[in-house]
């Protein structure tokens, strides 16, 4: 939902289809690379912080259920991306 967000906001905000699914995937793959390497990499750390892996994967759900603030975050970030892409694509003229 992060990412599909992510381009729905950058697609409101370029009218450009191409960039929305670009900077979409940019954003996935650097934040799957960012959490991955910032468990190996110590001084990666802070990178975990803005991937949508980590508040999903981080308090492995599967063992310990969903934890309510990271959950918020995954339901937070899509949210207010998609408040963003209706402000931003009100203002376009989609007619012509």
């Not at 381009?7 to 670009?22: H, M, Q, S, V």
């Not at 918020?72 to 007619?95: E, K, N, Q, S, Y």
Request: proline fraction near 4%; glycine fraction near 12%; aromatic fraction near 10%.
């Amino acid at each position: 939902m992060c990412h599909g967000a992510a381009a729905l906001a950058l697609g409101a905000a370029t009218g450009r289809r191409a960039y929305a699914i670009g900077g979409a995937a940019v954003l996935a793959a650097v934040g799957y690379l960012g959490n991955t390497l910032a468990l190996q990499v110590e001084e990666l750390e802070w990178l975990r912080f803005g991937s949508a892996f980590y508040y999903a994967l981080g308090p492995d759900p599967l063992t310990n259920g969903l934890d309510p603030g990271f959950t918020a975050v995954l339901v937070a970030a899509p949210v207010a991306l998609v408040a963003l892409a209706g402000l931003r694509f009100d203002r376009r003229d989609v007619l012509v």
